[in-house]
């Protein structure tokens, strides 16, 4: 038996991420911890809570040492071990293991900023005798994590589950972190992670105890959650007679949704609260902390007023929406007939389209009408979502959910004729269109929209053809195929094959959205460094939109021929070469097959033909001054031109009317910091510093100096 106190047997210290990950420190993983298991829900709660804390205190006016006093997050505990001087993560593996990815992530998107926060080599990994060893250290994980920290090409496909999951949750942190954080926010929201948000960490030397401090947290203390205290709220409510019908369907039905997944009997609470009784944003922000207290706090309000009230709460309420819920879970993981749009959104990760789709049902809704109504909403955001990605508009979470829930708490009970005329009418309001198709290219932080968007098209014209491949097939790997990865029709080394394109305009061009097509690995592996007319012969054993190219996919080919003549598509072959204009007319064809697959009217919305007139509303509120309100306060004349500077090269822009920034490739972005991207083919960048207006003198006035001058006038003014 130890003769140690207690207190030294036991440590317990409040831990900032840099101290958890600081002075070499190393967690090490026993053999009996469970794998790497969190899935794109749990990263995306863990970016959206940590976004969501950061902005509310973020402003343009601040210094970085400003963050300093900005509200601190705390993540929890973790429970380790300590042994032969490593740490041995008892308890918070999952958590850890995601913040270290998530600064392996950051790390890669400072890359080359002037303002990049440094120090971040050294929480992640720590070199001992010239092998990197990470802070969260498996030897099995090791390759994996070498390649995600040095951008290396990896195949997880056939590795144990723990790497194949941080594999993709690395990718879910590239495509869930907020868009309007990667410029000049970055450093701010860096050093806020690093020295704000922090852990409690309970150490002991003695594992077993550990062990039992694990168990004690977990077990014995018998935790209740928001369900529980929901649930025993509820029963305490309903009469005797109803009480065990109560208990038996709230049991029923959230066994049912915990078989699909383990946390949606809370998602489904929370999503059904707010979708039918939440009055605004207060109330939306309280039921995602504890519903349980909102619903006792709310009873009343929300018609709860008597025993009879809460049991029809439950049983005829709860029990129907409930039901539809799980078909709606079901549909987000298998493409079904009939609800392919939810599948879409639910790839995309648009987990706001659940509440938005329960606010429209009613519990005299049959099975006809859910599906109606479930393909008008996810529909919608099908189209949103698609002309978002082609216009370099974001669409997470953070910069859509008090458009949504508002619009949700609009929608409420809506009969399918006043839906399809109420959200045909948020479709006339997207100023976004598919004309941005026109000028779309592939850039570092779009990768996965330009391959979701080449899978779509991939998978409608199978379908028009009957080849029988959907977008599952492209999205997950088609039958025993590997995954599916972007193909360039130009090989990289093909500028001696086009003598006559200057050699930065082959690189612009070779990255249009018409040069691409999407195919298995192996081919590009094998292929894909090949000139034009040795790749297209192999071209023909690929997809029907691949085969397109080559002149014999339209020989004997009569459901392809007669798909173009029904829809009057431009497909043309190119048996010799692929040009600069070969580009253009694959570009304008591609345009012409995203208008047609995100056709309002194949998902039934109303869409009248003058939009009405709504104030914009794109994303979260931020304290800033936009490029558009520079434009109307005559601050930035329309017509300006633009030169940002890197590495000794010049690019060019024009600020247009609408105050958006063109750059040379034609494509247009609403925000500085997003065209400063496209140009220097980065994942972040300040594009407030990169800018500068060109004056009639020839002077250069850089874009912040423009901001601070619109900021300083609206101070004033108030």
Same mark, same amino acid.
């Given at each position: 038996?130890?003769?140690?106190?207690?207190?030294?047997?036991?440590?317990?210290?409040?831990?900032?991420?840099?101290?958890?990950?600081?002075?070499?420190?190393?967690?090490?993983?026993?053999?009996?911890?469970?794998?790497?298991?969190?899935?794109?829900?749990? /990263?995306?709660?863990?970016?959206?809570?940590?976004?969501?804390?950061?902005?509310?205190?973020?402003?343009?006016?601040?210094?970085?040492?400003?963050?300093?006093?900005?509200?601190?997050?705390?993540?929890?505990?973790?429970?380790?071990?300590?042994?032969?001087?490593?740490?041995?993560?008892?308890?918070?593996?999952?958590?850890?293991?995601?913040?270290?990815?998530?600064?392996?992530?950051?790390?890669?998107?400072?890359?080359?900023?002037?303002?990049?926060?440094?120090?971040?080599?050294?929480?992640?990994?720590?070199?001992?005798?010239?092998?990197?060893?990470?802070?969260?250290?498996?030897?099995?994980?090791?390759?994996?994590?070498?390649?995600?920290?040095?951008?290396?090409?990896?195949?997880?496909?056939?590795?144990?589950?723990?790497?194949?999951?941080?594999?993709?949750?690395?990718?879910?942190?590239?495509?869930?972190?907020?868009?309007?954080?990667?410029?000049?926010?970055?450093?701010?929201?860096?050093?806020?992670?690093?020295?704000?948000?922090?852990?409690?960490?309970?150490?002991?030397?003695? +594992?077993?105890?550990?062990?039992?401090?694990?168990?004690?947290?977990?077990?014995?203390?018998?935790?209740?959650?928001?369900?529980?205290?929901?649930?025993?709220?509820?029963?305490?409510?309903?009469?005797?007679?109803?009480?065990?019908?109560?208990? @038996? /369907?709230?049991?029923?039905?959230?066994? &049912?949704?915990?078989?699909?997944?383990?946390?949606?009997?809370?998602?489904?609470?929370?999503?059904?609260?707010?979708?039918?009784?939440?009055?605004?944003?207060?109330? *939306?922000? +309280?039921?995602?902390?504890?519903?349980?207290?909102?619903?006792?706090?709310?009873?009343?309000?929300?018609?709860?007023?008597?025993?009879?009230?809460?049991?029809?709460?439950?049983?005829?309420?709860?029990?129907?929406?409930?039901?539809?819920?799980?078909?709606?879970?079901?549909?987000?993981?298998?493409?079904?007939?009939?609800?392919?749009?939810?599948?879409?959104?639910?790839? =995309?990760?648009?987990?706001?389209?659940?509440?938005?789709?329960?606010?429209?049902?009613?519990?005299?809704?049959?099975? *006809?009408?859910?599906?109606?109504?479930?393909?008008?909403?996810?529909?919608?955001? *099908?189209?949103? /979502?698609?002309?978002?990605?082609?216009?370099? !508009? &974001?669409?997470?979470?953070?910069?859509?959910?008090?458009?949504?829930?508002?619009?949700?708490?609009?929608?409420?009970?809506?009969?399918?004729?006043?839906?399809?005329?109420?959200?045909?009418?948020?479709?006339?309001?997207? #100023?976004?269109?598919?004309?941005?198709?026109?000028?779309?290219?592939?850039?570092?932080?779009?990768?996965?929209?330009?391959?979701?968007?080449?899978?779509?098209?991939?998978?409608?014209?199978?379908?028009?053809?009957?080849?029988?491949?959907?977008?599952? *097939?492209?999205?997950?790997? +088609?039958?025993?195929?590997?995954?599916?990865?972007?193909?360039?029709?130009? +090989?990289?080394?093909?500028?001696?094959?086009?003598?006559?394109?200057?050699?930065?305009?082959?690189?612009?061009?070779?990255?249009?959205?018409?040069?691409?097509?999407?195919?298995?690995?192996?081919?590009?592996?094998?292929?894909?460094?090949?000139?034009?007319?040795?790749?297209?012969?192999?071209?023909?054993?690929?997809?029907?939109?691949?085969?397109?190219?080559?002149?014999?996919?339209?020989?004997?080919?009569?459901?392809?021929?007669?798909?173009?003549?029904?829809? =009057?598509?431009?497909?043309?072959?190119?048996?010799?070469?692929?040009?600069?204009?070969?580009?253009?007319?694959?570009?304008?064809?591609? @345009?012409?097959?995203?208008?047609?697959?995100? &056709?309002?009217?194949?998902?039934?919305?109303?869409?009248?033909?003058?939009?009405?007139?709504?104030?914009?509303?794109?994303?979260?509120?931020?304290?800033?001054?936009?490029?558009?309100?520079?434009?109307?306060? /005559?601050?930035?004349?329309?017509? #300006?031109?633009?030169?940002?500077?890197?590495?000794?090269?010049? !690019?060019?822009?024009?600020?247009?009317?609408?105050?958006?920034?063109?750059?040379?490739?034609?494509?247009?972005?609403?925000?500085?910091?997003?065209?400063?991207?496209?140009?220097?083919?980065?994942?972040?960048?300040?594009?407030?510093?990169?800018?500068?207006?060109?004056?009639?003198?020839?002077?250069?006035?850089?874009?912040?100096?423009?901001?601070?001058?619109?900021?300083?006038?609206? #101070?004033?003014?108030?």
């Amino acid at each position: 038996m130890s003769a140690e106190p207690v207190s030294e047997l036991i440590l317990g210290h409040t831990r900032t991420v840099r101290e958890i990950f600081g002075s070499s420190r190393r967690y090490g993983l026993d053999s009996y911890q469970r794998e790497y298991a969190w899935t794109d829900k749990q /990263v995306e709660e863990l970016i959206n809570d940590l976004t969501g804390r950061f902005v509310k205190d973020w402003s343009p006016k601040h210094e970085l040492p400003d963050v300093e006093r900005y509200q601190p997050y705390f993540l929890g505990p973790v429970i380790t071990a300590r042994r032969d001087r490593i740490s041995y993560l008892i308890d918070g593996q999952q958590r850890l293991t995601t913040l270290m990815l998530l600064l392996m992530w950051l790390r890669r998107i400072q890359d080359g900023r002037d303002d990049a926060v440094p120090g971040l080599d050294s929480l992640v990994y720590m070199d001992h005798y010239g092998k990197k060893l990470f802070a969260v250290d498996d030897e099995e994980r090791r390759p994996c994590l070498h390649a995600l920290l040095t951008g290396a090409d990896y195949d997880a496909t056939h590795e144990p589950i723990s790497v194949r999951n941080l594999w993709r949750a690395f990718g879910a942190i590239d495509r869930l972190f907020p868009e309007d954080l990667r410029d000049e926010e970055l450093p701010y929201f860096i050093y806020w992670l690093l020295d704000r948000v922090t852990l409690v960490e309970i150490s002991t030397g003695d +594992a077993s105890l550990a062990l039992e401090i694990f168990e004690t947290m977990n077990d014995r203390g018998l935790r209740l959650t928001s369900l529980d205290m929901l649930k025993s709220f509820l029963l305490s409510q309903v009469s005797d007679d109803d009480r065990d019908r109560v208990n @038996q /369907v709230w049991r029923s039905r959230l066994t &049912d949704l915990t078989d699909i997944d383990s946390n949606a009997h809370s998602a489904f609470v929370k999503n059904w609260l707010r979708a039918k009784y939440s009055t605004g944003a207060e109330d *939306d922000e +309280a039921i995602g902390s504890a519903f349980d207290k909102w619903v006792r706090k709310s009873a009343p309000r929300i018609g709860l007023d008597g025993p009879s009230a809460v049991r029809d709460f439950v049983v005829r309420d709860m029990d129907c929406l409930a039901s539809r819920y799980r078909d709606l879970l079901a549909a987000t993981r298998t493409l079904t007939p009939g609800l392919e749009p939810v599948y879409y959104n639910a790839h =995309n990760s648009v987990t706001l389209q659940l509440p938005l789709i329960l606010a429209t049902l009613s519990i005299d809704d049959d099975n *006809d009408t859910f599906r109606r109504k479930a393909v008008l909403v996810a529909g919608y955001l *099908d189209l949103f /979502v698609a002309r978002s990605m082609v216009n370099a !508009h &974001d669409f997470r979470y953070t910069t859509v959910e008090h458009r949504l829930f508002s619009l949700a708490r609009e929608i409420r009970g809506m009969d399918v004729d006043t839906l399809a005329k109420r959200l045909g009418e948020e479709v006339a309001a997207i #100023s976004d269109s598919f004309e941005a198709v026109g000028a779309f290219s592939l850039r570092p932080r779009n990768r996965t929209y330009v391959k979701y968007l080449l899978a779509r098209i991939a998978a409608w014209l199978d379908t028009q053809c009957g080849t029988g491949y959907t977008f599952a *097939d492209y999205a997950r790997g +088609a039958k025993d195929q590997q995954p599916y990865e972007i193909e360039h029709i130009w +090989a990289t080394d093909g500028f001696s094959h086009q003598p006559n394109i200057p050699r930065r305009r082959f690189a612009e061009l070779r990255h249009r959205f018409g040069a691409l097509l999407l195919l298995p690995k192996d081919f590009n592996a094998s292929f894909g460094d090949l000139p034009y007319p040795k790749k297209l012969p192999k071209y023909m054993g690929q997809n029907l939109l691949t085969r397109s190219l080559h002149p014999d996919c339209y020989e004997n080919n009569p459901s392809f021929l007669r798909a173009i003549q029904a829809h =009057n598509l431009p497909f043309q072959p190119f048996p010799d070469a692929f040009d600069a204009a070969a580009i253009d007319s694959r570009q304008e064809l591609y @345009q012409r097959l995203c208008e047609l697959i995100w &056709d309002p009217a194949q998902y039934g919305l109303d869409v009248p033909t003058t939009a009405p007139q709504r104030a914009k509303e794109r994303g979260r509120v931020r304290f800033d001054i936009s490029l558009r309100q520079l434009v109307d306060q /005559v601050l930035l004349p329309a017509g #300006s031109q633009l030169v940002g500077s890197y590495r000794n090269v010049d !690019h060019k822009a024009e600020l247009t009317a609408q105050g958006r920034i063109r750059i040379e490739s034609g494509e247009e972005f609403e925000a500085a910091s997003p065209a400063a991207m496209a140009v220097l083919e980065k994942q972040s960048w300040n594009g407030w510093m990169f800018w500068h207006v060109v004056n009639s003198d020839g002077s250069l006035t850089r874009l912040d100096d423009v901001r601070k001058t619109a900021i300083e006038r609206d #101070s004033a003014d108030t």
